[in-house]
């Protein structure tokens, strides 16, 4: 079966601090990734999202980035994050070439900026 | 622009049922779908609509109209576990899904 898997759960970090949040997918070969991102009482917002590795789109202009350095493998950073990054990050997949499927969501990271 | 509306909150009682609308205005449309969140966890898909009509799953169901571009997720025999928010989504001409703010359901005994 596949499983998905996003760390760290919560990182509370001062602002200027870089920022790494890493998820893995087992099970499943050559999926859609995603980055998205939860703000309170806010839609998901898609930051992110990669069809293969190497290829990254971007949605939202900011000082964010994402990698894609293994098939199965997603990676959220920043150089320097600024206090408006707080938030609910979720990385999430799904099955490459079903335009319609569902998204199947890691348990998310809390990052608070202090 | 896009836009996905659903009431931010909603209260029901244990037992009962409870119906959450959804109304979007998107550009195309290649489905909808409904995810349960509860607080502090990721969203869990729940139910997929792409043609009119009632998809019933268990206590769960969901309707579509196209033509209204309305959706609404109807929960029966509500029980203190379906105490989460509900997201509304929609894809669009370019298969993005376009997210609502989500309804909060607050079961009360």
């Known amino acids: 079966s596949q499983t998905i898997h996003q760390w760290p759960a919560t990182l509370v970090q001062p602002v200027g601090s870089p920022l790494s949040l890493e998820c893995t997918v087992e099970?499943?070969?050559?999926?859609?990734l995603y980055w998205y991102r939860q703000a309170a009482g806010r839609g998901l917002q898609l930051l992110f999202y990669?069809?293969?590795?190497?290829?990254i789109s971007s949605e939202v202009p900011q000082n964010l980035s994402a990698s894609r350095p293994q098939d199965r493998q997603f990676i959220l950073s920043s150089k320097k994050l600024l206090l408006s990054d707080s938030g609910f990050y979720l990385c999430?997949?799904?099955?490459?070439?079903?335009?319609?499927?569902?998204?199947?969501f890691g348990e998310g990271s809390r990052l608070t900026v202090l | 622009g896009q836009n996905i509306d659903q009431p931010t909150e909603m209260t029901a009682t244990e037992g009962a049922i409870v119906q959450i609308n959804c109304t979007y205005q998107?550009?195309?449309?290649?489905?909808l779908f409904w995810y349960q969140q509860h607080a502090g966890e990721a969203p869990t898909f729940l139910s997929y609509?792409?043609l009119d009509g009632l998809e019933e799953k268990g206590r769960f169901s969901s309707f579509l109209s196209r033509s209204k571009g309305y959706s609404y997720l109807l929960l029966k025999e509500l029980q203190m576990k379906d105490s989460a928010s509900y997201l509304c989504?929609?894809?669009?001409?370019?298969?993005?899904?376009?997210w609502g703010a989500g309804t909060k359901l607050i079961i009360k005994p």
């Open positions: 999430a997949w799904s099955v490459q070439g079903l335009s319609t499927g569902e998204l199947f």
């Open positions: 099970g499943t070969s050559n999926p859609n």
């Open positions: 990669s069809v293969g590795i190497g290829q």
């Open positions: 998107t550009s195309g449309f290649n489905g």
């Open positions: 609509n792409v």
């Open positions: 989504a929609v894809m669009d001409s370019n298969y993005q899904l376009i």
